[in-house]
């Protein structure tokens, strides 16, 4: 069974500063991973979609990166800004359709 | 772009009494629809998948009986949770799937059963 983790649970940083969140994954055998968005009591944005044969994408300030034989992910934020402040969460499909399967979460507050 | 639909956004229930919440794809045709459930400060669980004209499939460890999943049609699913109890207050979130394989998450649906 797929499990997927995120460290930190929590990050402070000051504004400007970049920030680098990590997402692990126990099975390598991955479709694709996904970072979201989530803002307190919101829904999910979704941020980058990175496919098993690429090893990274971005998007503006944003970039991720897959090393699927470590089976990890790093979402990077350059130059961070307060309203970066929220809840980020990478997941992965299981093997039988789209069913995501979620990391706990990185509460990221970027103070002024 | 593609836009998912959840209502009510929130909804305050009696305890006991049972609450429909509705998932909707826009302006895309979904015969694939997930529910997850979220607790506060925890991450999200899926709870079962909705395929269009046949039976949810239901993760282990949620009732079926309890969380009535319909789709009955490509562009409507909804959630029932029936005899609500307080501990079924959470943050209910839906995600459909178009026929290039991108999905879509809806805004939420926050329960508060009192």
């Known amino acids: 069974k797929q499990e997927v983790t995120q460290i930190p649970a929590a990050l402070s940083v000051p504004e400007g500063e970049n920030l680098v969140l990590n997402c692990s994954f126990t099975?390598?055998?991955?479709?694709?991973l996904q970072w979201f968005r989530q803002d307190p009591g919101k829904g999910l944005t979704s941020l980058l979609l990175i496919q098993s044969s690429q090893r990274e994408q971005t998007s503006g300030r944003l970039n991720a990166s897959l090393d699927k034989s470590s089976g990890r992910s790093t979402l990077y934020i350059a130059a961070s800004q307060p309203g970066d402040s929220a809840t980020y969460l990478c997941a992965v499909p299981q093997a039988a359709g789209n069913k995501l399967t979620f990391g706990g979460g990185t509460r990221v507050l970027v103070k002024p | 772009g593609a836009v998912v639909s959840q209502h009510p956004s929130w909804v305050i229930c009696k305890s006991g009494t049972s609450v429909k919440i509705e998932c909707r794809s826009l302006?895309?045709?979904?015969?694939?629809m997930f529910w997850y459930r979220q607790f506060p400060k925890q991450s999200l669980m899926l709870m079962a998948t909705?395929?269009?004209?046949?039976?949810?499939?239901?993760e282990q460890g949620v009732e079926k009986d309890k969380f009535l999943i319909n789709h009955a049609s490509l562009t409507l699913s909804t959630l029932t949770v029936t005899s609500a109890h307080p501990e079924d207050s959470s943050f209910y979130i839906c995600?459909?799937?178009?026929?290039?394989?991108?999905?879509?998450f809806g805004e939420g649906s926050w329960l508060t059963v009192v």
């Open positions: 909705s395929n269009e004209g046949s039976k949810a499939t239901y």
């Open positions: 302006d895309f045709q979904a015969t694939t």
């Open positions: 099975d390598s055998a991955i479709y694709n």
């Open positions: 995600s459909a799937r178009d026929d290039q394989g991108t999905i879509y």
